[in-house]
């Protein structure tokens, strides 16, 4: 068994196999995700598993390059906004490297989630708690 933190052999497959600059989508609840996409469908219920708590494991096995958001996160969930941000900033010190954020409009992330290797899908029922994180290489 394994001794880190991400249990699920799909996910822990797919962050294995992130070339540099390869995407990976973590999702709330409602983001559609199309069939041509590797859905890996977390959600139990409502807020389970939460966007953040997604992240965070997430983001222990991954390393980090840059970051796409969907600009209505500022105005619509502040909250998971800030967090993130911060969540971010930490990755960064302990990456060692500057992680790029960028925001684009919501339509305009979805359509560039399709590129994702995989969508990871939350029980977040938040607004907007969406990231497209970029994969890098930690030399």
Do not use: W
Not at 27 to 45: H, M, Q, S, T, Y
């Amino acid at each position: 068994m394994k001794k880190t933190r991400l249990l699920n052999a799909s996910l822990s497959h797919h962050i294995a196999t992130l070339g540099h600059t390869d995407s990976l989508t973590i999702c709330d609840a409602g983001l559609p995700i199309p069939n041509f996409v590797e859905r890996i469908d977390l959600a139990l219920e409502a807020g389970v598993p939460s966007f953040l708590q997604t992240f965070d494991v997430v983001t222990d096995e991954m390393f980090v390059e840059r970051a796409v958001l969907a600009e209505e996160i500022k105005e619509k969930n502040p909250q998971i906004h800030t967090a993130l941000l911060a969540a971010l900033a930490k990755l960064s010190e302990q990456q060692g490297n500057n992680i790029a954020i960028e925001y684009i409009t919501h339509e305009e992330f979805k359509v560039l989630s399709f590129d994702s290797k995989a969508i990871v899908r939350t029980g977040e029922f938040s607004p907007y708690a969406n990231i497209i994180l970029y994969s890098g290489v930690p030399f």
